[in-house]
Structure formats: C-alpha cells, structure tokens
C-alpha cells in the first residue's frame, strides 16, 4: 500500500483559483453589501464555485471507474476530485479561522471533512468511490442552499431577496430533508457494512475506515439537526409558495 503521495501539483494550481473566487467576490462583485455580509456572501460564491463542479466531476469520475467499490484503489480523475475539494475548504478553513472563530461547529466540521479527503487521497489512496459519493450527496444541495444564504442575509434590506427566500425555502427544506434524512444515512449503512466486515482492511487501515464512519455519522447527524431546527425556527409557507406567481407561470409552461 502506498503511504503517502508527494506530489501534489493539482492541489497548489486549485488553491490560488478558489483564492481569486473569494477576493474578487468580496472586492468586487459584493462591494456595495455590507462587511459582514459581504464575507458572508464572498464563503457562499467560492462554495458556489466548488459545490456544483465538485458535484459534476464526482459524478464523472465515478462514472468512468471501471472497478467500483468501496476498497478500490483511487483513480487520477479522482484524486484530482479530491484536490479541488480540498483546496475549497482550506480556504473556507482559513475564512473561518480569521473572520468567524467563534464559530467552532463550522471549523471543527472543515477540520474533519479536510481529515477525511486528505487521508483518502494522500495516505490511503483508495475508498475514493464512497468519499465521492458522499461528496455528491453533499452538494447536490449546495446551489440551493448557497442561493438561500445569499438571500436569507440580504432579505431584511432587498424586497426581491425577500421573496427569492420565501420561493427557495420549501424545495431547499424538502431536498434537504431527503438527501440528509434518508439518502445519505442508507448509503453510510452500507458503506460501513462493507467496512465492518474486513474487506477493506489490507488496503484501508482499520482505524481510518473506522474515524471517517465517525466524521461522516457524525455530520450527517449535525445536518438533521440542522434541518430540524429551521423547520422549527422558519416554518415555511408551502400554501404561499404554491399560489407563488413562480410557480404559475413553471405550471402554465408545463402545461
């Protein structure tokens, strides 16, 4: 088993580029917000730039691994998956670290993830296949929730930003729900089954397996009660969103 991968050329050319994301985001595109919400807003654009790409190249990555499972070894296309991921969340690492240190659920929730993409790619070098999966169950809600943010911060100020909230909360609410509450818990079941039974151990240490299981059950538990909580703190309107003219017009197109 190879321990350890000392070239790292993909990750270093991906660092600068999420780095360029956030500064022009926050300089520029989102000058005129707010300080607070400008940083805000800058964290949701770089995430907006990792979560929907990440979320396309897991997919193709996967797609093109000719032998699935959750103990093959990496392929190149996966690994640099892995990189561009890992470069997204060292950076949102160090917006934290700066801006938000009070903030010790979102950082200890980076410090975990980078621990889990980084001993699968850099120590390992298999079990990309479940790390890619659970990577796409991640953030095939993260264009939602990144638009929602952007617009939860802004809707005290801007009429619109108020009503794209009000129009994004209920499919933002139900995809969640689904993809945190059922979809990822059953595939984390069967990824660690498949863990539990040894047949990863010549090539998956035991005691990595074992705390990407904890990171990975210990996220998605945080995710529910997350999700949980929004429904009990900003219930949403679904008669409201219903009768919305968004969704005429979506129902008069359709039909």
């Not at 022009?24 to 917000?33: A, E, G, K, P, T």
């Not at 890992?86 to 949102?92: N, P, V």
């Not at 079990?127 to 993260?142: D, P, R």
């Not at 151990?201 to 998605?220: E, F, G, L, N, Y």
Request: charged share 10%; net charge negative; glycine share 4%.
């Amino acid at each position: 088993m190879e321990i350890l991968s000392t070239s790292i050329p993909d990750l270093v050319r991906f660092l600068p580029i999420f780095l360029s994301i956030y500064t022009i985001s926050y300089l520029y595109i989102f000058r005129d917000w707010k300080r607070k919400s400008r940083l805000e807003a800058a964290s949701c654009a770089t995430s907006l730039c990792h979560g929907t790409p990440a979320l396309l190249m897991a997919s193709l990555s996967l797609l093109h691994d000719q032998n699935p499972s959750f103990a093959s070894p990496n392929t190149q296309f996966q690994n640099r998956v892995l990189d561009y991921s890992i470069a997204y969340f060292i950076l949102d690492l160090v917006h934290y670290l700066i801006f938000y240190p009070e903030d010790i659920l979102f950082i200890l929730h980076h410090l975990a993830t980078l621990f889990v993409f980084v001993t699968c790619r850099y120590l390992v070098s298999h079990g990309a296949f479940a790390i890619l999966v659970l990577l796409i169950l991640a953030e095939v809600t993260s264009l939602l929730q990144n638009i929602w943010t952007l617009a939860n911060s802004r809707r005290g100020e801007v009429q619109f930003a108020a009503k794209v909230y009000a129009f994004l909360s209920p499919p933002f609410y139900a995809l969640y729900s689904l993809v945190r509450g059922f979809i990822g818990p059953y595939f984390v079941y069967t990824m660690g089954a498949f863990y539990v039974s040894g047949a990863a151990d010549d090539v998956i240490p035991r005691w990595v397996w074992a705390s990407w299981m904890a990171v990975v059950v210990s996220a998605i538990a945080v995710s529910i009660l997350w999700i949980w909580n929004l429904f009990l703190s900003s219930p949403v309107d679904v008669g409201g969103w219903l009768d919305s003219d968004y969704v005429n017009f979506f129902l008069l197109v359709w039909w």
